[in-house]
């Protein structure tokens, strides 16, 4: 399987380096290369830490995905579940795993495809081209780098090619699509009784109750409850002088200007022409073809045209060559060499890099251009204000913070310096309250052993990025047993219901036993006054009977030959079902056309894969070092 999955990534070269998705350092800094290392990870996957903003990024757009989904019918309180959590973390482990056994199999990801899938997303186009300044936008805007960005894509690229590799692996024959049919069209037919509700309910007397009462006192208990006094501040509060001093704002401008400069870029196609083989004599009928090419380009023929005839670069062959607007730096230095030396409408001779012979096209020139303070004024101004407001709030939550751990039993010291009042919750249990206390965080902190036991101000809790909150108990209500008068009637339509069903469910099988030692459905109905229903050619996911009947009468094994078996189901309400499966017809392989046909195989391919996928991840989990920090997944 191993040297499989080798073969077939063999053919996975990178033609061209990642042009004008790559932006020069002087526009974002170096920042990304002397980040500060963040030592808390949630995860670890051999020595690769997952780390706990991966694991918040990864579960905010979970999170916001399945609340759209819902409509807004689900409660968000459902998704900060501990298990909903972790089953996000483990979908990042397993990704990591497949990453690492692309490193391990040499699976690679070119650049070009990097930069056509970049290049294909929507947010990034201008009337359907890949536009440079909508990129740029979009990336400052979700405080990304190109670095950054390239890389996350090249991951969800490699993340997915493994799994791809693997279920191309697996064949699905003819065979299995006949078999797959006559078992998704298969019919049974189906003889139905259904029994009603007993009518009589059984009465409980107190005697029942009160034992009940005495054995199960533990599910009768009031829910723990909590109040709270709390603080809540954030950055609107803090006041910034709204006219900052021209002289901050130009050297602001200085120290920034990189960022509106705009070097020159040129619009550029191509043709590229490879060696096969790589040897000399390779080389030289490479070139030749090249310049014969070149050659008829300038004799008149259409570049686009001959790029898509004859250009051997898959990412730009079929945009007719199109490489869109590239900047110096960031493309081969051959390359460039040839393309910034062009005028405005020529095309190169051929040009040697790594990848082959290209003949380059230049077909348009945006000059270098410098935005002038006075047009960046505005947003320079805008720019330093919300950092001021930044810093300010960044200085009046280390104050508080402060205060908060100076006299951790009480809020008074931190609100004064918060320049707050404290205000207080009305009582709410585990499950969440109403204002503050919908948030997890809050009710995470407000039942901690720091808050509940010890009497202490929480930590600071982060409502939002500029919005925090600080709590500690002002109210305590334990969780006690309720009075037995309270919850008798409660308890007795309990114990009613637990024997009503207990009565249908007895009363089914009786009938059940009776049918399969030899009595007829017929017989059973004469006997109760009720009737028969047929249910002939009952399909899988047919509406003639109750979908529970169908689920279980699919689940029994295939009747002898002019024999019928038997079955019951509880319906709802403590309704039951008898019913009688006579006859078993598979499905009509003859009536699929080859489209039908294709459609299964593409379904069993991709289930094939799934399976295959899911085994070869859970032997990389057995194989792998992997570490979780439960405490972490915040």
Known sequence: ????????????????????????????????????RNETWV????KTEISADQFRERFQNYRQNVLQRSGGQLDPALLERPEIKRQVLDALIDEQLLLNANDKLGVVIPDERVRDVIRSIPQFQVDGKFDESAYRAVLVGINKSPMQFQEERRQALAADELRTLIGSIGIVTPRDIDAHIRLRDQTRDLRTLTLAKPADAPKIDDAEVESFYKSHGAEYMTAEQVALDYIEFDAKAVKVEETPDETVLRDRYEKEKARYLTPEQRLASHILITAKGGDADAQKVALAKAQDIAKSVREGKDFAAAAKESSEDLGSKAQGGDLGWLEPGVIDPAFESSLFALKKGDVSEPVLSAEGYHIIQLRDIRERKEKTFDEVK???????????????????????????????????????????????TPLFARTGGAGIATNPAVIKAAFSDTVLVESNNSDMIDLAPDHKLI???????????????????????????????????????????????????????????LSVADAKGTGRSASNVDSRIASAAFKLPRPAEGKSDYGSVALLDDAYALFALDKVVDGDVTKVDEAGRESVRNQLQSL???????????????????????????
């Open 608 to 634: 094939n894969a799934m399976t295959a996928t899911s085994h070869f991840i859970a032997s990389l989990r057995k194989s792998a070092k992997i570490q979780i920090a439960e405490d972490r997944m915040q």
């Open 43 to 46: 995860a670890k996957v051999d």
């Open 378 to 424: 505005a947003e320079l101004s805008k720019s330093y204000l919300d950092s001021e407001r930044d810093r300010l709030f960044s200085e009046l939550a280390s104050k508080v913070e402060d205060a908060r751990l100076t006299d951790p039993g009480s809020l008074a010291p931190a609100a004064k310096a918060a320049g707050v009042d404290v205000q207080k």
């Open 1 to 36: 399987m191993l040297q499989s999955l080798r073969d077939k990534t063999s053919g996975l070269i990178a033609k061209i380096v990642l042009g004008a998705l790559v932006f020069v350092f002087a526009f974002f800094g170096i920042e990304s290369y002397f980040m500060g």
């Open 471 to 529: 709590v500690r108990i002002a109210e305590h209500k334990r969780s006690e047993q309720r009075p037995l008068d309270e919850v008798r009637e409660e308890i007795r339509a309990r114990l009613s219901r637990e024997a009503l069903a207990k009565q249908a469910s007895e009363r089914a099988e009786s009938l059940l036993a009776r049918l399969r030692k030899g009595e007829t459905l017929e017989q059973l109905a004469a006997e109760l006054k």
